[in-house]
């Protein structure tokens, strides 16, 4: 019993870390229906610089390096919808286009923090890195902890933003009738950077508090894009709040299934449900059908 | 890619010689190389990127569907073939073999339930089997196997270089030929048309699923053979992560579009262009910056994906092309026939030819009514589309059906055509029950469509487009562009023939659908809004077409806004409503009858006919 608390514990814990990388996923989804290849690899960026190298540099916390990167990772993510996606977007290929550019621009990321800061393995050493609270013999690990907080704080800003601000309505409106916004006034191409690099931003964070109780290397990235596709494909794709509940059905299922399976195996299951979910409940993924000529 | 008349009496050796050619000249370069380690590796790399891209052109450039788990079939073919190896002792000769095999039916599993999925999709969906191969293998120890280091021709093992590099080329010749000759096959057309418009694919009898798969399994297994080959002559150590690893499909992505997707040269020309740079330059300064080969992939990719996503093979070509056209005067074809004065269209209609459109006669259809619906149900959401209609189709005979918008006009056709299965009723094409048929099934059986909206293969030439068609009932080339030929001599496009279908003007599209149609022989067709957009001429010429083809015993039904052109062509008419017959009978009948009337006018205007 204590076990399977422990695990549910573990599995909330890192299932809303996944979930904080999978909302700007879902955002950019929602707003442009592309898929952005280079989102975990931004993530992991992140980790880099600020997170590692400010707090070698200066000894700027990563708490703290989580709320500067959102400035320095809107502004890269504007940069990247500006420059390299808006280039593709509108073709009829757009969405495979799209999917092949960031996919390429997840390469360059990768490679290029392999030649700046090497492959070396990094790893966070603070004080809460791997201390643990002890409630009734059940472990919680207080970076994780600080982090879940955090991520919360950010997605109900985030959440906020998007519902109480004009801007934010104008996102919201952009995701739902393009072409309605365009004849209301709302210049499309403004809002999609300002969504991408919002998307951007918040995975940056994202990337920042894993980082204080993950070790990572430059191609951290690919192992946890996967998961956060499946923790966008469960949530329905374009809702941030669904990536989030998405990502926390991925975390208790990652730490769950280590009951059953071995834990080498964790993300094969996580995988295959990925899998599953593409196979039997593909809504709103499917090609359309009904009234279609 | 262009059929035309060179190239349907060319013979074989023609569209062969130069792949024959190049990978000749790959093998006497490798040849003269002799024992330069280094550079024989650069060749070999070359030729087996160049392989492996050109495999994964099959799926992802001829039919569109971008697989970015490509990786998974080359893994799948090396670790086979390594492991029966190391393991069992087996031939790789005879285990490449058992890896394709194998990439065939893991390609199967992947692909039957994800092709369903749209492009972005799909593409996603197939990444993640690498991606779970990965810890598997490595949970099971076989993280690194070591090929086992037995000298032999039979056992794939040299230590001249040069075999591999023989190999290599033998392969990549071979997969080109494959390529080259899908290129002009039934299969590529039906490839290059799903990947334009599936659903006008669907329509034209194309089984767009089973197509998808087939092209699927067949990159599979060329991927697997190219894999193994790749194992055994560069990686001597085969790790999960060198063969399943993300870096191998954004190469092969990189040398694909950096070449030119869907052409037979553009992989080979990519990789020419990008492998040496990789290598050089992962020798000059990669002990420094390792990873800098796979900074130049991704930076080619992301390049050449907004500079110039047609690739370099296409741009090569065209410039080719304009050159040629320069250098010498083009000779006289159908197509450069000067244009008289007269306005283009005026010279369509002359040129239409009405008695020759005859495919079938009257006594070949023994059922009448040819097309039974029997109370049918369809609803989207909660919005009745259609409510128990009942319609039956005299053969033979034009029907035209009426009604106002989103009366359920297109979806009655969508529902006779396949594209939608009724909840309820059911339906009879020629007493046989039709009701869960899907499209490219019934096209087969002989129903025919246009569409309201056009749905024109664009990269293709009218011709080419017409012959989508006549390859429904025709399997092979010759015969199908023979037929198509006549089709587009009878309804006056033949002059037009080679010019790719874009920027067409409404006339032409409406013509194009109803040749492509009428290409693929129909018993039954289904024309659905043929004047709208027209001017009154040409409403009444497409009148006259659409008479002179239920003339030839082709039955047709006809949705039409314009009443007025509707009943002059009609034999009988049926007026929808809200989704359910209103009315039935002779044009006159139908047309008189209040509620038509009331339908398209309103109740006053009822008001106002009775009175009179």
């Known amino acids: ?293 | 890619m262009k059929i035309n008349e060179k190239q349907q009496i060319s013979p074989l050796w023609q569209s062969y010689l130069p792949i024959v050619l190049v990978c000749a000249v790959a093998i006497l370069l490798s040849y003269l190389i002799g024992q330069n380690r280094y550079i024989q590796r650069i060749l070999i790399l070359v030729l087996l990127w160049a392989a492996a891209s050109s495999a994964f052109n099959i799926i992802s450039g001829y039919g569109g569907q971008t697989v970015f788990g490509y990786m998974m079939f080359m893994g799948t073919g090396a670790y086979t073939t390594v492991l029966l190896f190391a393991f069992l002792g087996v031939s790789p000769w005879l285990g490449m073999w058992v890896g394709a095999i194998l990439a065939v039916i893991v390609a199967f599993v992947i692909g039957f339930p994800t092709l369903r999925l749209r492009g972005a999709y799909f593409a996603v969906a197939t990444v993640a089997f690498p991606l779970m191969t990965i810890p598997l293998l490595n949970y099971l120890g076989l993280e690194e196997v070591n090929i086992p280091f037995k000298r032999g021709i039979s056992l794939m093992q040299f230590s001249d270089m040069r075999f591999y590099a023989l190999i290599a080329a033998v392969f990549l010749a071979i997969i080109l030929i494959i390529v080259r000759k899908m290129e002009h096959s039934h299969f590529g057309f039906s490839l290059r048309a799903l990947k334009q418009n599936e659903t006008a694919a669907e329509g034209m009898g194309i089984n767009t699923h089973k197509i998808k798969l087939i092209a699927f399994m067949l990159s599979a297994a060329l991927g697997a053979i190219i894999g193994t080959v790749y194992a055994f002559s560069i990686l001597y150590v085969l790790t999960s992560h060198a063969i399943f690893g993300l870096f191998i499909i954004v190469r092969i992505l990189s040398i694909t579009i950096v070449g030119g997707m869907a052409t037979i040269w553009g992989p080979f020309i990519g990789a020419a262009i990008l492998v040496p740079i990789g290598e050089i330059l992962n020798s000059q300064v990669g002990d420094r910056f390792p990873g800098v080969q796979d900074l130049i992939y991704g930076a080619a990719l992301v390049i050449a994906i907004i500079y110039m996503p047609e690739g370099i093979w296409s741009k090569l070509s065209q410039a080719f092309h304009i050159l040629a056209e320069k250098l010498i005067p083009k000779k006289l074809t159908l197509t450069a026939i000067s244009i008289p004065t007269e306005s283009p269209q005026l010279r369509s209609f002359d040129s239409f030819n009405l008695e020759s459109i005859q495919f079938k006669t009257l006594e070949d259809i023994p059922y009448n009514p040819i097309l039974k619906i029997k109370g049918v149900h369809k609803s989207f959401g909660g919005v009745n589309a259609l409510t128990n209609v009942d319609i039956e189709v005299p053969t033979g005979k034009i029907l035209g059906i009426i009604g106002p918008n989103g009366a359920g006009k297109t979806t009655l056709f969508n529902v006779i055509n396949g594209y939608l299965t009724p909840e309820k009723g059911s339906l009879f094409f020629e007493d046989i029950d039709i009701t869960h048929f899907k499209a490219h099934a019934l096209c087969k059986l002989g129903i025919g469509r246009t569409y309201q909206t056009p749905q024109i293969f664009n990269t293709m030439t009218i011709l080419e487009n017409i012959i989508i068609g006549s390859f429904v009932k025709e399997t092979q080339i010759a015969k199908a562009y023979a037929i198509a030929e006549k089709v587009s001599q009878q309804m006056g496009l033949s002059r037009r023939a080679n010019d790719p279908a874009v920027g067409l003007s409404i006339w032409e599209t409406k013509i194009l659908e109803l040749s492509r149609a009428l290409a693929t022989q129909p018993k039954l067709l289904l024309v659905d809004e043929p004047m709208a957009g027209l001017n009154p001429e040409e409403a009444h010429h497409i009148g006259v077409i659409i008479k002179a083809i239920a003339k030839s015993g082709i039955t047709v039904i006809v949705i039409e806004h314009v009443v007025q052109s509707l009943v002059k062509i009609a034999d009988r008419m049926v007026g929808l409503d809200e989704g359910r017959k209103i009315a039935e009978g002779t044009p006159d009948e139908v047309t008189s009858n209040p509620r038509i009337i009331e339908a398209y006018l309103g109740a006053k205007w009822r008001e106002r006919y009775a009175k009179h």
């Open chain 1, 1 to 293: 019993m204590e076990n399977l608390i422990q695990l549910v514990v573990a599995g909330i814990l890192t299932g809303v870390s996944y979930g904080v990388l999978a909302a700007g996923l879902a955002l950019i989804f929602g707003v442009m229906k592309i898929i952005n290849f280079a989102h975990a690899a931004f993530a992991v960026l992140a980790m880099y610089l600020p997170t590692f190298w400010f707090l070698q540099w200066w000894g700027i916390d990563p708490f703290v390096s989580a709320f500067i990167s959102l400035p320095i990772f809107f502004l890269l993510g504007y940069i990247t919808q500006r420059f390299l996606v808006e280039k593709v977007l509108g073709t009829p290929e757009a969405e495979t286009s799209t999917l092949i550019i960031t996919m390429g621009f997840s390469l360059l990321i990768e490679n290029m923090i392999l030649v700046v800061w090497s492959g070396f393995p990094r790893l966070i050493i603070r004080p809460y890195s791997l201390a643990t609270w002890n409630i009734h013999n059940i472990l919680i690990n207080q970076a994780q902890t600080y982090s879940l907080l955090i991520s919360l704080i950010l997605i109900i800003g985030l959440f906020l933003f998007l519902n109480k601000t004009i801007i934010g309505k104008a996102v919201q409106a952009a995701a739902d009738d393009p072409e309605g916004c365009a004849y209301m006034g709302i210049n499309l191409r403004f809002i999609y950077r300002l969504a991408f690099g919002l998307g951007i931003a918040i995975t940056a964070a994202g990337g920042c508090l894993m980082a204080t109780y993950r070790p990572f290397h430059p191609f951290f990235g690919e192992t946890i894009i996967v998961i956060l596709f499946a923790s966008v494909v469960l949530g329905g794709m374009t809702s941030i709040a669904g990536a989030l509940i998405g990502g926390l059905i991925i975390g208790l299922i990652q730490q769950l299934c280590s009951l059953l399976v071995p834990i080498a195996l964790q993300n094969v299951a996580v995988f295959a449900v990925f899998v599953l979910c593409l196979y039997i409940r593909p809504y709103g993924i499917l090609g359309k059908k009904g009234r279609m000529v």
